[in-house]
Structure formats: C-alpha cells, structure tokens
C-alpha cells in the first residue's frame, strides 16, 4: 500500500547509476614530484628542445612536447620548464613538458601598434643588444626606440651594437641616445678595423669580424643570458657565430630594396665559448615590426629619460603626444635640456605614443626585414 503523500523523506528518493561513470571531476592537477628542469633553448613546429642538468656530468639534449594543459601558454627560448617522461635525451625519445616555471623577465611584443595580442620573444634574459647598421641596410631611430622600450619595460638591461660603422658614420645615429645611459659598441669590418677574428658565413667560408668590437661586447656577457634583437643584414648572426663558435646561418642585404636577407628562422639560445656557467646568448629571427600595444603610456614615456623630467610642468591629465596643448615636455625641448637631438627624440616619443597604426607601418615599409 503506498505512503501518504505527507510523509517522504530522502530515503524515497531512488538515484540512477552515472553510466559514464561515478568518478567525481576535480581541476586539480598532478604535482610532478618527479619532474626535472630543464632550459629551452629552441621552439620547432611544436617540439621543444631544452638543456637537463646543465652544467652537470649528466647534461643532455631532451626534446619535450607540451601538455595539452599547456596548449594556451607560449613555451619561449630561455624558459625553464617542468619535464616528465623519457628524460633521458636518448634519440627518438619524447618527454613531456608540464610546466613553465616562474619568469625572471619576458621580452614581448606586438604585431603592431593596434594589436592587443601580445607575443612572448625571450624568457629569462638579462640584456637585450640591440643591433642596427649604419648603412646598408639604414638605421632607423623607430626600431631602435621601439627596442628600449622593450627592454625597460620587461627590466632587461639594453646594449647598442652599431656594426658597419666603417661604410657611415654613425656618430649622426648616435646623438639621439647621447643622454641614456647604456653600453654602445661600433663595429667596423675587419679590413679596417684594427684586429680582425674569423667567423663563419651563410656559405660556410671564414669571415672576419672587427675583433675589438667582439671582445668589448664578449665582456658584457660572462654570467648573463643575452638576446640579440636586429633586422635581417645587420650582422647579428654572425657576431652570435664569433661569440659561440657555431655556424648559425647568416644573411646579405638585397642590393636592388636594401633589405636584409631573412635566415633564421626561430630563436636559438647559444652558449658562449669561454664563459662561465649561465653565459648564453640567445639568437632572434629578424624582425619585421615591433609593436608596443602591449605597454602602458606611461611606461613608454618612463623610457625617455632624458625628455620624462619635461612632464612636470604639464597639466594634469596632458597625453604628450602630437594633440597635447601646453605640454611642458615641449618647453623641456625648446629650453635645451634634452640636448641638440631633442626635437627628434620628442617626434620619437610622440609616433609612439599615437595610435595611427600608419606611422608603425611606415616604419615597417622603410626597415624592410622578414620576420
């Protein structure tokens, strides 16, 4: 006979078996207490190589492939990851990486000044050099703007090499960062400077490289990982080639458009010969455009020490850029404080405090490299 519908309770109640299962869902995740460390050194089509036990008796090569956790998370050169699996480095091994450990820096960017996306480069760096020519292909103040920026924002410290100094005069270049303070070392080529050391070419044949120029920037590198950055043409493979010994490929300027030959195709991190542990150097494709959308204004204009003590005088909520009206970085200039190259470095300033993604892309157009 059936009970009153007063008097049901839980214990009525029947409950259907799951029939996909009982297990409960939890978004915790494995600790790893197994896993090694290991340093990427370069990212290929979805297979990541990393140094294990650096600088041990038991260092080796481990190619890794991320886990699926991970998929949303860029895996850069000079991380340090997580690694589980076949760590052994023994060919045709694959490990899996599970984590990327926390970063002491991130060098980004943007595909240009309108994109919010922003693109990891380096992890982990320490300084970024920073490498342009004096002619063939022409400096461009943007680019070399843009990279500070970067650098100050990521709190990498930034270096300028200037190579092909013999073919121009870079002392016209040179007068914008006359008030920042960072290492700028010229390079000549090897007929005219006053030593000379072999490197390798894109054809395998020895090449010579300004020899006083290699040993002032080889003294900045002992202990520290550093990033070239530069446009296809400028010599930044070929100065890694002398620092590391290796022979990474190395590309010529298109006589007819002046524009670099694109020859590496990722980043690499490279160990320097000689040096202490911890010394790399790390390698970068050329880059076509350096977009800053990823940076506040008001760290862009951090990166202007010399015209920043300007802004002072501003009223509040003044942008500094080409709209501002009364804008004390402007009388800043007028009344001489950030030298003869001051008018050019507030222009620099302003094109990068814009919006108008015409003037990135004119930028782009006159630097001309592949990225």
Known sequence: MGRSTGTWDESDIRIRPNKKGSRPRTKDRPAYEDAVTGRIITVDRGRYTAVVGEDTDNERIVIAARARELRRSPVVAGDFVSLVGDVSGAPDTLARLVKIQDRKTLLRRSADDTDPIERAVVANADQ?????????????????????????????????LVTKADVKDPTELLSNYRHLDFPVIISRTADSAASGIDARSDDGLSARLDGDAVAELRAHLDGKVTVMLGHSGVGKSTMVNALTGAERATGGVNAVTGRGRHTSSSALALRISDAPPGSWIIDTPGIRSFGLAHVDPDRILRSFPDLEPGTDACERGCKHDSSAVNCGVDAWVAEGHAGASGAARLASLRRLLGTDPRMEAQETKELGTVS
């Not at 970024?128 to 022409?138: C, I, K």
């Open 128 to 160: 970024l050099v920073v490498v342009v020519a004096a002619a063939n292909p022409e400096p461009r103040t943007g680019f070399i703007d843009r990279a500070l920026v970067a650098a100050y924002d990521a709190g990498i410290e930034p270096l300028l």
